[in-house]
């Protein structure tokens, strides 16, 4: 019968030394131990918590100030555009209700509708948005609302949609905001 084969005399390998197991009370580099991560766990589970590390999906929601969902020069400035109601309450429909290219499809009677007021009025109120380039007609009942408006300022969708629209609609259609004379210097 065959013997098996023997390995030379090596000299042997040391296993590497671990650190001692940190105190119940201890944290290591700012991380609970295992014996509180259980703890933790156990106490969730007893209040009827569940444990999971794949966490529902949360609604997008504004935390803090700092978010702009519109460019904030020209927010902040609105006032000096000296919109009618009519035309501040078409302005909010369309930033609130347009597609990713900034198209809104509605009709002038349907605003009417909505806002309880006559077409024309409807019409004078988008009149006065195309004067201020907020929006402009792009065919019949089809308007554009001006991307530097509709989008958070550099946001991925704004600056796709420039990209698309090109510098020449930017250009035709550029917001200017009104300087305000001062009443006492008449």
């Given at each position: 019968?065959?013997?098996?084969?023997?390995?030379?005399a090596?000299?042997?390998?040391?296993?590497?030394?671990?650190?001692?197991?940190?105190r119940?009370?201890d944290?290591?580099?700012?991380?609970?131990?295992?014996?509180q991560?259980?703890?933790s766990?156990?106490?969730?589970a007893r209040?009827?918590?569940t444990?999971?590390?794949?966490?529902?999906?949360?609604?997008?929601?504004f935390?803090?100030?700092?978010?702009l969902?519109?460019?904030?020069?020209?927010?902040?400035?609105?006032?000096?555009?000296?919109?009618?109601?009519?035309s501040?309450n078409?302005l909010?429909h369309m930033?609130?209700h347009?597609?990713?290219q900034a198209?809104?499809?509605?009709?002038?009677?349907s605003?009417a509708?909505?806002?309880g007021?006559?077409?024309?009025?409807?019409?004078r109120?988008?009149g006065?948005?195309?004067?201020?380039n907020?929006a402009w007609?792009e065919?019949?009942?089809?308007?554009?609302i001006?991307p530097l408006y509709?989008?958070?300022?550099g946001?991925?969708?704004q600056?796709?949609?420039?990209?698309?629209?090109?510098?020449?609609?930017?250009?035709e259609?550029?917001i200017v905001?009104?300087s305000?004379?001062n009443e006492?210097?008449?």
């Amino acid at each position: 019968m065959a013997q098996p084969l023997r390995r030379s005399a090596e000299a042997p390998v040391q296993a590497p030394r671990l650190s001692p197991a940190p105190r119940p009370a201890d944290t290591v580099n700012g991380l609970e131990s295992a014996r509180q991560l259980l703890r933790s766990l156990e106490r969730l589970a007893r209040k009827g918590g569940t444990f999971s590390t794949n966490p529902d999906a949360k609604p997008y929601a504004f935390y803090g100030g700092q978010h702009l969902s519109m460019s904030k020069v020209i927010q902040d400035n609105l006032w000096k555009f000296n919109l009618s109601a009519t035309s501040r309450n078409v302005l909010d429909h369309m930033a609130a209700h347009h597609d990713d290219q900034a198209l809104v499809e509605v009709t002038q009677s349907s605003l009417a509708a909505k806002f309880g007021c006559s077409q024309s009025k409807v019409s004078r109120a988008i009149g006065q948005l195309s004067k201020h380039n907020f929006a402009w007609k792009e065919r019949r009942g089809l308007y554009r609302i001006n991307p530097l408006y509709a989008y958070r300022w550099g946001s991925a969708r704004q600056i796709r949609l420039l990209k698309v629209l090109g510098e020449k609609t930017l250009t035709e259609h550029e917001i200017v905001i009104p300087s305000v004379r001062n009443e006492a210097t008449r």
